[in-house]
């Protein structure tokens, strides 16, 4: 017996989406937060610059996305279950902002979404539309399936001078942490001009549905397939 | 600690989480451990945890409603005091950390509610205000009223002013005059 979710995921590879793969999460902190998850996917290249049609479609984004939104942001259900989160574990959404706000807050000040690059207007068009939080690895620095653990006594993230506190929830890989979860990148863990595969990785947290979560991993890997360099 | 169940003794379940102790050897205290004040089980503190991250949502939930509520009024000020001090990163809270955060925005909820209640009715007074400088603004002169006053959006103002300059003045003819807004936005260059 084949379950609606396996037909869509057939479906998706016959019309040549990968789908997006879930990532693990110490059992304990899966006890004490429940719901949250890390979903990831690999893509076939690095960044570099944006073709016409991204910077298009941040211009049409920006368009629709004005202060109302910005303002109603935080009780919509997916940005409001992030800053919820936030608070769970410690940070505070009004000083750090969850990656949907900051992004908005980007739109408000710069009066629109500059492009940067691919990748980051990818992640940005992804993260507007769905809410969802999403950041990027270079996936050959990344050994095994990634997930969200506390670190161990001792444990240090690449490029900081301290060792990290005990049991700090960071994103790692079978090694080592790879990033502060909502926070630092390991240093040459992220996404660099050399980068010639990148893993778009989502944390979903209490609130935030699987299709909303799968829906932004498609979203911006989409736009970093589809998008050919301008001639 | 047992409970009988059917007539029969069974351990309280929150026991059944401990391990059992080396070679039979009962911890100090005996069974009578587990009722000194401030002995509470692993299950008892993660409910509590539990308890209070659902409480944190809930007041979360208020907060980003007020904030929407409130908006464009700028006076007030959303941030909640930075109860759990984040120089380590992200973390499993613990209950008094927990506590904290509960606490500070309960109090900021509080905070904003009062101020909202207050100026509500203070805005409602302008309103009323407002009705009557515009059917009388010979009684009210040179008095201006903002849409902030009446807790509106925009840059608009009612401003009670005479006709003809001076000749109006000196013969009472007042009149109320709406601005046309907020000045056009205007380009980087």
């Known amino acids: ?231 | 600690m047992v409970t009988t169940v059917r007539g029969r003794t069974k351990p309280m379940p929150e026991l059944l989480e401990h391990p059992p102790s080396a070679q039979g050897v009962k911890p100090p205290g005996g069974a009578h451990a587990a009722l000194l004040p401030g002995r509470v089980s692993d299950d008892a503190r993660r409910r509590a945890r539990g308890d209070l991250r659902r409480q944190i949502a809930t007041l979360e939930r208020e907060l980003a409603e007020m904030f929407a509520e409130v908006f464009p009024r700028r006076e007030v000020a959303f941030e909640v005091a930075f109860a759990v001090p984040a120089a380590g990163g992200p973390r499993v809270l613990d209950i008094p950390e927990l506590e904290r955060v509960r606490d500070s925005l309960a109090m900021r909820v509080g905070d904003v509610q009062s101020w909202i209640s207050e100026r509500g009715y203070v805005e409602e007074r302008n309103r009323g205000f407002l009705e009557q400088l515009i059917a009388e603004p010979e009684k009210y002169p040179w008095v201006r009223v903002s849409n902030e006053d009446v807790g509106e959006p925009g840059c608009r103002h009612w401003h009670s002013r005479p006709r003809w300059g001076l000749v109006g003045m000196l013969m009472g003819w007042w009149r109320v005059k709406l601005s046309s807004g907020c000045p056009l936005a205007t380009g980087r260059g």
């Not at chain 1, 902190?29 to 910077?55: M, N």
């Not at chain 1, 997930?147 to 240090?156: K, M, Q, T, V």
């Not at chain 1, 060792?163 to 502060?180: K, Y």
């Open chain 1, 1 to 231: 017996m084949i379950s609606p979710e396996d037909v869509q995921a057939i479906e998706r590879r016959l019309r040549g989406d990968a789908v997006p793969e879930a990532g693990w999460v110490a059992p304990a902190l899966l006890d004490e937060l429940p719901g949250l998850a890390l979903r990831y996917l690999t893509v076939e290249r690095g960044s570099g610059r944006s073709p016409r049609e991204v910077k298009q479609r941040l211009g049409r984004l920006s368009d629709r996305f004005m202060g109302g939104h910005a303002i109603s942001l935080r009780q919509k259900p997916i940005p409001w279950a992030y800053r919820v989160f936030f608070r769970h574990i410690g940070l505070d959404p009004d000083r750090t902002l969850t990656p949907v706000e900051q992004v908005s807050l980007d739109r408000m000040k710069q009066g629109a979404f500059r492009s940067r690059n691919l990748l980051d207007d990818a992640l940005t068009i992804a993260i507007v539309e769905s809410g969802v939080a999403l950041r990027a690895f270079d996936a050959d620095r990344v050994h095994g399936p990634p997930g969200i653990r506390g670190s161990a006594p001792g444990e240090e993230l690449e490029g900081r001078p301290n060792e990290l506190p005990t049991a700090t929830l960071v994103v790692a890989d079978d090694q080592r942490p790879l990033s502060l979860l909502f926070g630092a990148m390991g240093q040459g863990r992220g996404v660099s001009p050399k980068t010639k595969r990148t893993m778009i990785v989502a944390v979903q947290v209490n609130g935030v549905p699987d299709v909303a979560v799968e829906e932004a991993i498609w979203l911006c890997a989409g736009v970093m397939r589809d998008a050919t360099p301008d001639g």
